[in-house]
């Protein structure tokens, strides 16, 4: 079982390379998505499914919400929906998709090839736990997260307005 691990941290390694080394936004986006969806994988592997599905929920599922908010505050026009169709072609989606099939069947194997469900680790994490973790020690790092996500979301609607520009 311990192949699930390495295998989904050498997706996760590879597709964050790609994150970095691409200068399109959309192509590294596609990447980062893969890495998050890995970095859950290793989750999964090390018996922590809770946290692999905050990881998929929070994370992948925000940074897409997040680009889209992007997209629509810029409002760029019908010379960036061009650019867009340019960059999205078919070929663009052969190295994400095949990460993220290698990941599915890791996530297959570690959810129904083990009777007990944890990979590596012998127990599963309860997500009773994960909350008197965030809530207990941990509860003035979570109110200053939230603090800077709200910051981060006044600035982005300050920075998007239409007649901050006019």
């Known amino acids: 079982m311990e192949i699930a691990f390495y295998l989904a941290a050498?997706?996760?390694?590879?597709?964050?390379?790609?994150?970095?080394?691409?200068?399109?936004?959309?192509?590294?986006?596609?990447?980062?998505?893969?890495?998050?969806?890995?970095?859950?994988?290793?989750?999964?592997?090390?018996?922590?499914?809770?946290?692999?599905?905050?990881?998929?929920?929070?994370?992948?599922?925000?940074?897409?919400?997040?680009?889209?908010?992007?997209?629509?505050?810029?409002?760029?026009?019908?010379?960036?929906?061009?650019q867009e169709r340019k960059w999205m072609t078919p070929g663009i989606w052969t190295g994400p998709s095949i990460l993220s099939a290698v990941l599915l069947a890791q996530l297959l194997y570690v959810l129904f090839g083990h009777s007990t469900g944890a990979a590596i680790g012998q127990t599963t994490i309860e997500p009773k736990a994960v909350g008197i973790s965030l809530y207990g020690p941990y509860i003035l790092a979570v109110e200053l997260s939230a603090m800077l996500l709200l910051a981060a979301l006044v600035a982005a609607f300050h920075l998007g307005r239409r007649e901050a520009h006019d």
């Open 10 to 82: 050498g997706v996760a390694v590879a597709s964050t390379f790609r994150v970095i080394t691409h200068t399109n936004p959309v192509h590294a986006l596609l990447y980062l998505i893969v890495s998050l969806l890995a970095v859950s994988m290793c989750f999964f592997a090390l018996g922590a499914p809770f946290a692999g599905v905050l990881e998929i929920i929070v994370y992948a599922g925000a940074i897409m919400v997040l680009f889209v908010f992007v997209v629509m505050m810029l409002n760029l026009g019908s010379d960036a929906i061009e």
